[in-house]
């Protein structure tokens, strides 16, 4: 089975400007976590999206926002950028019901000038 | 989910077990301890889980003591390969619907010639 995929895999934008990531899960997994890592605050969970629905969200600001295709496949998107918005942007899938083991991608890394 | 205690860093010879510890002294029993690592700048790497009994597979072995208060991965003949941040996480049960992972900062495996 081909594990999670994410693109881009670097990307770099400047502030005020906006972005979006993409993540298609393992085949058949319904279950889409985002995470984000920076240096200084580690490894933090954004938000969650089973079936098409953002089940759990991070403690995030609104600039920060996902959505979930009837595929699975998920997207989050980052408006008016900070340069503290810049890290490794981590997407993690899991089985049927979300609940089973989380397998990560290889993750993007975002750079915001 | 419970927090966990985890050395900052830990040096082991290749070829040698290396034994990493956690505590997870407020650990309930519904929640697993899951183990990840993440080898720089690339996704976290699921290890292997546990509730109660010790768990075997290809990569490593996880023992849990008695009264589940702490844990011990064993990776049993350590690479190269295997330098990387190794996480401890305890997360709530498979039938709780709960799919969030709660990093902490890990223990930085170097293994050396």
């Known amino acids: 089975k081909a594990g999670v995929t994410q693109t881009p895999r670097y990307l770099i934008k400047t502030r005020g400007q906006q972005v979006t990531l993409s993540c298609s899960p393992i085949?058949?997994?319904?279950?889409v976590s985002w995470y984000q890592q920076t240096p200084g605050q580690g490894l933090q969970f954004l938000f969650e999206y089973f079936s098409e629905t953002q089940r759990n969200k991070g403690n995030f600001p609104g600039r920060f926002s996902g959505r979930q295709f009837s595929n699975s496949r998920s997207e989050m998107n980052v408006s008016t950028l900070e340069l503290g918005d810049s890290a490794l942007y981590l997407c993690?899938?899991?089985?049927?019901?979300?609940?089973?083991?989380?397998?990560f991608g290889p993750g993007t890394r975002l750079l915001v000038l | 989910d419970a927090k966990t205690t985890q050395p900052t860093s830990m040096d082991c010879a290749e070829g040698r077990a290396a034994n990493l510890p956690c505590n997870h002294s407020t650990i309930s029993g519904n929640e697993y301890v899951y183990w990840y690592r993440q080898i720089h700048s690339q996704g976290p790497q699921y290890i292997i889980h546990?509730?109660?009994n010790n768990e075997t597979n290809e990569m490593a072995s996880l023992i849990i003591t008695e009264d589940r208060k702490s844990s011990t991965l064993i990776l049993p003949h350590a690479t190269l390969r295997d330098t990387a941040v190794y996480y401890c996480i305890v997360r709530l049960s498979m039938n709780s619907g709960y799919s969030t992972l709660t990093f902490g900062k890990g223990t930085m495996l170097l293994v050396s010639p």
């Open positions: 085949s058949g997994h319904r279950s």
């Open positions: 993690a899938s899991s089985g049927w019901t979300g609940a089973e083991t989380q397998y």
């Open positions: 546990g509730l109660k």
